[in-house]
């Protein structure tokens, strides 16, 4: 039971912090005057009032968290917040569902990018920024924001960290102590969004889209102000530059402190990772242009180059932006794009899928395996950069590879068996357990998810959640081991 109490502790600390982010969109609704501010005023006081309730009444059980508590505490941490934010959209929207908003909600913290609205357009301006600011917070994780501050409060972060930030190199840290490492990142992520945001208005953009959509890219969920995306301004300026922060952002945040810290752009050339996540999606780039030019498509190399370069590096990125309707395109490139969702973005960057990391060391096991059959009695190590991989991340990547495939699969059928044509519920399911937004057919780029029916929706928010906190996360809560005392 104190145990419990002290999770409770933890999560309504939590929820008063979240409350204090309803302050951006109250200020916008103030300055636009959309009529939404009494919907913001009131979600905060909700979420600052049950927060404090809930922290005073356990106040007594507070203390250190053991390291398993820490994945129950994120699971339902990242349900209990999408749950919340979609208060201001239920109220402001009418006729959503909670099941709708409760998805547009999850996509914006899992940093997914797909949507169930219409009339992006004409939405009020502060449901807009709010949106977007569940993807800016989601990006690197709230939970990571968190441990900046519990530990002033008398509680430990790094089994929060731990549970929140899963991959095969999370024990890696910038600074000794966790919650100085979390405010690095976080003070990395905001001083790249501000860049994004003046970058964005110099190329075209006014004010509140560009914030959106630096909100939007940093975290790398597509979320857009307009029905078109990024379509809606036809802008060749535009475009490079989201794929410049596209490409940031799927890079490794712990390498961007260190060029900053060094000024040097040596990080990013010792980083196993992003030198490989580079040449992969420029190789793409060319061969995927080259094919649309083979049929036709665009008429000539320069304008295929553009809508290609930038449809395929933002779903490769799991980001999520479109410009033109690829589902048009031959399916080949498409496919292919959502191959890349799942293989392309870094450890430590705000994209989802399997990660470069673990394509890599994949792919080196796979050639030791084969060097074993010729040579059996060799001993050949497995490294990363210039690390020595052990054997244990080695088997924990591969059963991450096969919890993986089996949770795409089941999800497919789940999707198959309510009525959903096959290329759309692989599409859906690969796009929102990559945390990559628009898939293919149904879900296609020139819609959304809005057709999809209240079963349907919740097979795909379970899939985002999955993706974004790497399956392990989630599926270790339903294992009888970790309820035993």
Known sequence: MRRFCTLSYVLGLILV????????PIMTSLYFEDGMLVHFVQGMTINIVAGGALTLSTMMFRGEIKNRDGYLLVAVFWVLMASAATLPLMWGIPGLSFTDAFFETMSGFTTTGATVLSG??????????????????????????????????GVGGMQLYKAEIAGPVKDSKLTPRIAET??????????????????????????????????????LGGFSTHDASVGFYNSPEIE?????????????????YQMI?????????????????????????????????HFDIYG????????????????????????TDYGLWPAFVPWWMLYLSCISACTGSTGGGIKMFRTLLLWKQAGREIFGILHPRAINPIRIGDTVIANKIIFAVLAFIFLYFITVVVLTFALMFSGMDPISSLSAIIACINNAGPGLGQVGPATNYESLNDFQTWICSLAMLSGRLEIFTLIVLFTPAFWRK
């Open 120 to 153: 992006l357009d004409d939405l009020a301006p502060s449901l807009n920024l709010w949106r977007h600011e569940l993807i800016w917070i989601g990006g690197l994780g709230i939970i990571v924001l968190a441990v900046a501050i519990l530990p002033l409060l």
């Open 182 to 219: 979390a405010r690095l990142l976080w003070l990395v992520y905001a001083g790249i969004t501000a860049a994004c945001v003046v970058c964005l208005k110099f190329a075209g953009m006014n004010w509140f889209d560009a914030i959106c959509h630096s909100f939007a890219t940093l975290g």
């Open 17 to 24: 912090v979240f409350g204090l982010t309803y302050l951006l």
């Open 240 to 256: 490079a530059v989201l794929i410049v922060f596209m490409l940031i952002s799927a890079m490794n945040f712990g390498v961007h």
């Open 300 to 323: 000539d190399f320069q304008t295929s180059l553009r809508h290609v370069a930038f449809n395929l590096v933002s779903i490769a990125t799991d980001c999520g932006f479109v410009s």
């Open 261 to 293: 810290h060094q000024v040097s752009l040596k990080p990013y050339l010792h980083d196993p990772e992003a030198i490989p996540m580079l040449l992969l999606l420029t190789l793409s780039t060319l061969l995927c242009a080259g094919y649309l030019v």
